[in-house]
């Protein structure tokens, strides 16, 4: 298993409280050896191994990683602009996802015309 499938079930329930013009609009992609969820083909939030990946406004970013589950991605050893690691202790309950994703999606809306 190269990323969490029992996080990307669970990601594709939670996905299912947005409203159908958001879902119709998502579409999962294998990238960074894991997965990635595209909101109208920009990132939103992923899967790398065990961690969720997620997509921040970079204004929010500050706030974001001031909580205990949260830490740049570094996928090429550096911090990458706006993304993050969450560990499993920052969405082991849904309303932590849901938040999670929202997070990530708001970012996407950032960037799709």
Do not use: C
Not at 57 to 69: C, D, F, G, N
Not at 92 to 100: F, S
């Amino acid at each position: 298993m190269a990323y969490n499938e029992t996080l990307e079930k669970r990601m594709d329930a939670a996905w299912e409280v947005f409203p159908k013009d958001i879902r119709s609009r998502l579409e999962k992609k294998k990238m960074f050896g894991g997965l990635a969820y595209l909101y109208k083909g920009k990132m939103t939030v992923g899967i790398v191994k065990q961690d969720l990946m997620v997509r921040v406004i970079e204004s929010k970013m500050p706030k974001v990683l001031t909580h205990s589950a949260a830490r740049p991605m570094d996928f090429t050893k550096r911090p990458m602009k706006e993304f993050i690691y969450v560990s499993e202790s920052g969405f082991n309950v849904e309303a932590d996802l849901q938040y999670w994703l929202e997070l990530g999606l708001e970012h996407a809306k950032t960037k799709v015309s």
